[in-house]
Each structure stands twice: as structure tokens, then as C-alpha cells.
């Protein structure tokens, strides 16, 4: 069948059309719509009495110059709606300049709030490279301490849980045995890594899972396909949960954007785990 040229001429302009719709939403729509991932944790029996316990994850906000502190105000209402037992804070908190060091805590320290018995936070690549040391203190000052090689107890009405943060694994000197020495032994603990590829080096200090950001998920996914690209130390575990050498591990697809400022097919994500115990 032979088509005009009015008919090829309306079907170019309209994947034209779709296509720009489709880019506008990648990068003015998609990119705020955070979703609330649930995820529900089993215990083994030994951690059975944490049932019930949950722990928020909020990772890779990337303020800077294409996500700003108002693009965060759809995760700071997911999180005081769901008001979490814990949050934990994935880094990558700035992207592009240190100026924006100050208006990216300052709006942390907003979500930090929603946190029945408070908030961690660990360190990613583009933490250090935007000056570690003036966004430690900020969050210092936000009273959300800094786990590197590093491990924290949480003081629960269920009992103790422990967060172990390890530094960076591209920029900063990440130490796993300093960072768990200070966890007893059969402790229930969560691992924290900013990059998720070397999570196999976690499994022998047997947390009860580890959590990751890093990759945003591929941040443009295409259906069938999957993402079109993926960080370093982020391409084997892109997005969701991976069983590793029997440990739970979970990447989230982040929250703000890196280049190109957009997401398609990978909207934001509140990832919020609920411990599932049986303590009888």
C-alpha cells in the first residue's frame, strides 16, 4: 500500500509530538513522582523480637543545578506520612558544585525529622568529590550522624539494631573490618555501602541485609531492554533486590537525577523495608 506524502508527512510529526511529550516528562514530570517501594524483610528466628521494625532509605537526592531542594518536596511527604522507625540517608546528597552543600542539608534535615528513632547517613562518591568535609559537618550540624567505617546502635522498645556504614568505594578508603568491630557478635545489623558491586566482600560479616544506591536504577530504562547505561561499581547490581552469597541486597533507584537530567522508566524512590519477625 502506497502512502502520500500528507500521510507520512502526519505519521513523522506525530512520533515527532510523542517524542517531545515523552521528553518533557522525562525530564520535568517523571523525575518528581517518587514512589514508595515496601519491601517486607523476614528475621531470622534469633532477631524475631525486631518485628515490625521499619527502616527507610533515601538515596542520591543530587541537588545541584537540574534538582533542586523544591523537587524533594514529594519524598519529604512520603516520609512524614510514613513516619519510619529508622531513615537512613544513601549519599550522593550534591552534584556539580559545593554551594549547594547548605540547601541540601538544610532540606536532609527536613526529612531527617520524619524518624521515630532517628537518622544515619553514609557517604557516596560525589560526596567527596563536592568536599567531604564540609558536608560531613553540615550533617554533623544537622545532628544526622556519618557512618564511615563506622557502626551505630539503634536503641529500639523491640531491642538494639545495629547500622554499619562503609566509606565510599571509589573515592573515600572503605575499611570492613574497622567498620564492623564494634557490632557484637549476632547482632541484627544492616550493612550500608554507597556502591552496591562489592557487596560479596560484605557477606562474611553476616548483616541481615545490605542497602545500596549509586546506579539510580540506570535512571532511563527501555522496556524489554533494561538501562542504557550504568555507573562504575554499579553495573552488576542495578536496581532491586539480588540475593548475594545468601545475603538480601538491595539497590534503590535514588531520588534526584545525575547526567542526563532525566528519568524514564525509573521514577524515584522512598524504599521502605518492614522487619518480619516471629519471636516465639
Not at 500528507?6 to 517531545?20: C, F, T, W, Y
Not at 550500608?192 to 536504577?217: K, Q, Y
Request: glycine share 8%; charged share 20%.
Amino acid at each position: 500500500m502506497n502512502m502520500s506524502r500528507r500521510a507520512i508527512a502526519v505519521i513523522l510529526g506525530s512520533l515527532a509530538l510523542i517524542g517531545l511529550v515523552a521528553g518533557w516528562r522525562a525530564r520535568f514530570v517523571s523525575p518528581i513522582r517518587t514512589r514508595v517501594t515496601q519491601v517486607i524483610m523476614p528475621l531470622p528466628r534469633r532477631h524475631g523480637h525486631l518485628d515490625g521494625i521499619t527502616i527507610a532509605f533515601v538515596s542520591d537526592t543530587h541537588i545541584g543545578p537540574h534538582f533542586r531542594t523544591d523537587d524533594l518536596h514529594p519524598t519529604i511527604a512520603a516520609l512524614r506520612k510514613l513516619h519510619p522507625d529508622v531513615l537512613i540517608l544513601g549519599g550522593d546528597y550534591v552534584s556539580e558544585s559545593p554551594r549547594f552543600i547548605d540547601p541540601s542539608i538544610s532540606a536532609l534535615a527536613d526529612i531527617a525529622a520524619a524518624a521515630r528513632y532517628g537518622t544515619w547517613a553514609i557517604l557516596g562518591n560525589h560526596d567527596i568529590a563536592n568536599t567531604r568535609e564540609r558536608i560531613e559537618e553540615a550533617l554533623g550540624k544537622a545532628d544526622i550522624p556519618v557512618l564511615a567505617n563506622a557502626s551505630a546502635e539503634v536503641v529500639t522498645e523491640k531491642g538494639a539494631l545495629w547500622l554499619t556504614g562503609i566509606d565510599d568505594a571509589i573515592l573515600g578508603k572503605p575499611d570492613l573490618v574497622a567498620a564492623f568491630q564494634p557490632v557484637p557478635a549476632d547482632a541484627a545489623t544492616i550493612a550500608l555501602w554507597h556502591e552496591p558491586d562489592r557487596a560479596e566482600e560484605v557477606v562474611p560479616f553476616d548483616p541481615i541485609f545490605m542497602l545500596a544506591g549509586h546506579t539510580h536504577g540506570g535512571q532511563v530504562r527501555i522496556p524489554g531492554i533494561g538501562p542504557i547505561a550504568a555507573p562504575k561499581l554499579g553495573e552488576r547490581y542495578v536496581l532491586g533486590r539480588y540475593d548475594v552469597d545468601g545475603m538480601p541486597l538491595y539497590v534503590s533507584s535514588g531520588v534526584g537525577m545525575y547526567r542526563p537530567p532525566v528519568r524514564f522508566n525509573c521514577p524515584p524512590e522512598v524504599l521502605v523495608i518492614t522487619l518480619l519477625g516471629d519471636d516465639s
